[in-house]
Nanobody, 122 residues
């Protein structure tokens, strides 16, 4: 499966952004999808994940209550709604996919998109 992340940009503290992860190539509805982010000089970290059926979601503590992950299998797209953005949310955001099983580790995912930059100014 091929993934393409989009929707990043430059925003101010407290603003919102919605990232999209568009998939092609295989039966997307069979894939769990995760969002990760990587700030300069830091390791890639888990942000959120959604099960292949869309019934279960997981969030990092740092974003719980502010970010929301959802999917539209008819459009082969997973979304990450990010509200109340903070400067510490600044990073390149990546989406990743894995057949059926949902994980919170980088190694849990086989397929990765190219990343989209999110910059939050103070």
């Amino acid at each position: 499966v091929q993934l393409q992340a989009s929707g990043g940009g430059l925003v101010q503290t407290g603003d919102s952004l919605r990232l999209s992860c568009a998939a092609s190539g295989r039966t997307f509805s069979n894939y769990a999808v995760g969002w990760f982010r990587q700030a300069p000089g830091k390791e890639r970290e888990f942000v959120a994940a959604i099960s292949w059926g869309g019934t279960t979601t997981y969030y990092a503590k740092s974003v719980k209550g502010r970010f929301s992950i959802s999917r539209d299998n008819a459009k082969n797209t997973v979304y990450l709604q990010m509200n109340s953005l903070k400067p510490e949310d600044t990073a390149v955001y990546y989406c990743a996919a894995h057949p059926f099983s949902t994980g919170m580790g980088v190694r849990s995912y086989d397929y990765w998109g190219q990343g989209t930059q999110v910059t939050v100014s103070s």
